[in-house]
């Protein structure tokens, strides 16, 4: 058993490390099987001597990044816990030279933190977009590599929606403004929510959009749920909206029968989302630029647009193309990443039937997509058995990547 004592400059550098509600520290000892203990502003770990190790170095990483004012949120924390632990934590530097502030007089200082990882083997960079209080308010994967963040940096809103803001949202602060198409869209944080809101072209009002998981749902909207016909489908995403005439919430479902809109007012009554409708939640969400609307129209001709959002730090746009919804996502330079849509199993390839009933013959399909990307074309399905998930990547040829 070894102990190592850190001595930290201060009570709010200790409380900092800590975290709220002590989250940072158990993350550290359950990444690196030690104790910590502080008393005052004196820190000790105890465990074996090499996770003893690794947890000072991640300690040490974390307070490189309290000197250079990054935030501590979750993502930081746990990727300075990951480079301690590889023995990487050198790279924690690399995290604070990528670090910028993005400052407008009288608007919402932003902090960008530039964060690298590899996924499938491919080399991506994720831009984090914190507050000054820590919440992590947008995320962008791979943006140019000379960005200087100039466009995020929103302008001031005009009298119209500055006077909706202050009266509607009085504390809010303002992350961002963007205008086009002579719509005015705003995001805005609402203590540590993020709302988005969009207004036409003379200020007017037009919806407020917050995301939220399924457990945050009120009782009456799960229970019109479990009372429908999509009881048995998967819940991927949840938006609420809030118009002058209604306030609702458009839930996204997955089942291997296709995939489904539906909204269910504050009230449970539950409907299906039209696939035409300008309305918040059908085609009105999100500003599209130039470069995106030009590969949507020569990629996928004849296409409706049928809205955008941020998703997992790409621009999510949905069409309507060749009979079914599709989603287009780019990175946060604007170029394509990949496609996909919803098919269901008789939709599916022999070959593709065949090498999962041959390797995973006890499993059952729960889901199934089709993935466009600028390498290859593949189907993405999901398979259950029991409490055990399985996600296979499959060539229309059988292959299993």
Known sequence: MAEKSIELDSVEIAAAIFGNCDRNIRLLEKEFSVTAVCRGTMLRLSGEEANVAAAVRAVEGMLLLIENHTPLEDQTVRYCLSLAHDGK???????????VTVTVKGLEDVYVIEVKNTVDGVATEIDL???KDGVLVKKLV??????????YIPVAPAAGVDAFLKANFPNARILDIDREDNMTEVEILDGKVVRELLFDGTGNWLFT???????????????????SEYAGYRVDD???????????????????????????TATGELSP????????????????????KEFITQKYAGARIIESDMEKGMTEVEIFHEGREKDVYFNGAQDWVRTEWG???????????DVI?????????????????????YYLVELERGENEVDLRILPNGTIL
């Open 89 to 99: 934590e050198q790279r924690v530097r690399e995290l604070t030279e990528d670090f």
């Open 129 to 131: 977009y914190y507050s």
């Open 142 to 151: 791979d943006m140019d590599e000379d960005y200087d963040y100039s466009d």
């Open 209 to 227: 959009k917050t995301e939220m998981s399924y457990a945050a749902l009120p009782a009456v909207v799960k229970q019109a749920l479990d009372a």
């Open 238 to 264: 949840v938006d609420h909206y809030v118009t002058s005439a209604e306030e609702y919430y458009r839930l996204e479902l997955e089942s291997v029968m296709g995939d489904v809109k539906v909204k269910i």
């Open 273 to 292: 989302m039209e696939q035409n409708p300008a309305g918040p939640g059908n085609n009105a969400g999100g500003i599209l630029t130039d470069k995106i």
């Open 343 to 353: 098919v269901r199993v008789n939709e599916l390839p022999a070959a593709v039937l």
């Open 357 to 377: 009933r041959k390797t995973y013959a006890d499993y059952r399909i729960d889901d199934a997509d089709y993935v466009e990307t600028r390498t290859e074309s």
